[in-house]
């Protein structure tokens, strides 16, 4: 029995495992100089609000293209690098990308959000509100167009030292948001005790909803407490229109998925954008609408 560097306690390796545990360590070890060469970049996913369909913001998702291994999940490096002090490197790295993105669409009259994802390390770091006003000002973005999402199990393995930086980040006036929620132990009514604007509900259920009534019931009473709770609510992994048509039934505030767009290059996400930028007559700003 030997100890990972988390100090768990694991069986000798089995030959596979050797192989992963290397990769792991490569991923982490050659992070830092993949941000640095380019090999790190940000996709951006739309969301849409029901029922209009009007384009409100993107979520920025992290990509890697590896030498070596291809294209590398961020299922599996993030969880990585999270386990190192590199995690701020990340972060940071995609908030910068994320409020460039901000600035640009601000310039042409485009006023819509972008959402980053963060550790639950992050949570932690006293001095990452700090960064996050300096990025702000660096880019001149209003606070109020950018969005953190955290996921449940996160804000809830460590409420307590989780708190100072949430109520720190939400003064500041980002939106926060619970990624993934009903996946975790968490109940809606503790949402009330954080500085929480948005609730994301988990795309497992979003995705069984069409064939499974316990899902759809999950689904219609986050959209109903979230509601009564005065959040927006956010639905991922919308993937076709019977899905839409059921959260327009439920009031569901905003959505998300591959029936809209898939996660997309920047290049490609701001051609995606263009196809669709309409000027409302009268408007100042323009507006995005998708089919
Ligand atoms: P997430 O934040 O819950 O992001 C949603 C994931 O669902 C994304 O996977 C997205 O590509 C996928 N998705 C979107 N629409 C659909 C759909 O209609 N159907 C299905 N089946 N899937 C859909 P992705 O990009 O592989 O990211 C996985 C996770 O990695 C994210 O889950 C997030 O937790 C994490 N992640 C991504 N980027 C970052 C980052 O910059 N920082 C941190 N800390 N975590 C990140
Ligand atoms: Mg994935
Ligand atoms: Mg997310
Ligand atoms: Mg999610």
Not at 41 to 51: D, E, F, N, R, T
Not at 146 to 153: D, G, I, K, P, R
Request: net charge negative.
């Amino acid at each position: 029995v030997r100890a990972t560097s988390e100090g768990t306690p694991v069986k000798a390796y089995a030959p596979s495992m050797g192989h992963l545990f290397l990769r792991r360590f490569q991923l982490v070890t050659q992070f830092r100089q993949a941000v640095e060469t380019g090999q790190i970049s940000v996709h951006y996913q739309p969301k849409v609000a029901l029922p209009s369909r009007q384009v409100v913001g993107a979520e920025a998702l992290v990509r890697w293209t590896h030498p070596e291994f291809g294209r590398v999940d961020p299922d599996e490096f993030v969880p990585a690098v999270e386990a190192t002090g590199l995690v701020d490197v990340l972060t940071d790295f995609v908030m910068d990308r994320a409020l460039e993105r901000v600035r640009r669409w601000l310039d042409r009259g485009l006023r819509m959000s972008i959402a980053v994802n963060l550790s639950v390390r992050t949570l932690g770091d006293e001095d990452f509100p700090n960064r996050v006003s300096a990025a702000l000002a660096r880019h001149d973005v209003p606070s109020g167009l950018l969005t953190f999402e955290l996921t449940e199990s996160g804000v809830m393995a460590d409420p307590e030292r989780a708190l100072p930086v949430l109520r720190r980040l939400h003064a500041i006036g980002v939106v926060l948001a619970v990624d993934d929620f009903g996946t975790g132990y968490s109940s809606l009514a503790y949402l009330r005790q954080l500085p929480v604007d948005e609730v994301k509900i988990d795309k497992s259920f979003v995705l069984g909803m069409g064939t499974d009534l316990g899902d759809m019931a999950v689904v219609r009473s986050i959209v109903e407490l979230g509601h009564s709770l005065g959040l927006v609510v956010v639905a991922e992994g919308v993937e076709d229109d019977a899905a839409r048509d059921q959260l327009v039934g439920m009031g569901c505030d905003v959505a998300q998925g591959y029936l809209i767009s898939r996660p997309l290059s920047e290049d490609r996400f701001e051609a995606w954008l263009r196809a669709r930028t309409v000027q409302v007559r009268g408007a100042r700003d323009e507006t995005v609408l998708t089919l």
